[in-house]
């Protein structure tokens, strides 16, 4: 089985701080790793994901995250906040052997204040 | 390209009442999904389908009904609607691709239902 703790709820941050949203992940099998953006009355489009390969991933609006197998984390990060930014962050992941199901973290709500 | 499309986006019914979520892509994949979102519970999956005719529980099925006849549609039923009920309901699909499978979702924007 595996499961997805998003640590915060809700994280606050000033415009041009930086955003770090925290992931942690359990999996009986090395996984595939998403992390998706839910903007206000919208659905949920891809942020970025780690499959194989190159464990510091790059995704859309200057995100990155590093997948770090020894601390099973998967964080997501932003240099400088954004006002545009605010919005609800999911953290998901896929095991190999689960075929096509993920399983999805509670969620962060991130702020961004001016 | 649509991608995923559903309806109504917005619904309320009483208790009671049934209702069907409809659920239409157009990218030809395999896999389809509907999960539910509430606050501060994060995405649950209610059923999904690996293909026409294949249909299973997710990790909360009950009072949800589902089939799969052909590759583009899926729809959600609600047998008889409860207050429990309330809640933004999301179809998601995923397919394989010239890489194989990513396991990336597609989601549609949501239809937002309140039962009374």
């Not at chain 2, 309806?7 to 994949?29: I, W």
């Not at chain 2, 529980?57 to 589902?66: I, L, M, R, S």
């Amino acid at each position: 089985a595996q499961s997805v703790t998003q640590l915060g709820s809700h994280v606050s941050v000033s415009e041009g701080a930086l955003v770090l949203l925290r992931c942690n992940y359990s999996s009986s099998v090395p996984p595939y790793l998403f992390w998706y953006v839910q903007y206000p009355n919208q659905g949920l489009q891809l942020l970025l994901k780690y499959t194989t390969g190159a464990t510091l991933v790059k995704g859309i609006n200057g995100f990155e995250a590093e997948f770090k197998k020894s601390e099973t984390s998967f964080h997501l990060t932003k240099p400088s906040a954004h006002m545009s930014d605010a919005a609800e962050y999911f953290c998901a992941v896929k095991g190999l052997g689960s075929n096509y199901k993920l399983t999805f973290g509670k969620g962060t709500l991130l702020t961004v204040n001016p | 390209n649509a991608g995923v499309t559903q309806t109504p986006k917005f619904q309320v019914l009483k208790t009671g009442q049934s209702m069907t979520l409809q659920c239409a892509q157009d990218m030809n994949h395999e896999y389809m999904s509907w999960y539910r979102q509430d606050p501060g519970m994060g995405l649950r999956l209610i059923h999904y389908s690996v293909g026409a005719g294949i249909t299973d529980q997710g990790e909360v099925p009950n009072g949800y009904n589902v089939s799969r006849s052909t590759t583009e549609d899926f729809p959600l039923r609600l047998l008889s609607a409860a207050p429990s009920q309330t809640s933004v309901y999301f179809c998601a699909t995923q397919g394989t691709g010239t890489k194989g499978n990513t396991g990336e979702l597609f989601f549609g924007e949501g239809s937002r239902l309140t039962v009374l």
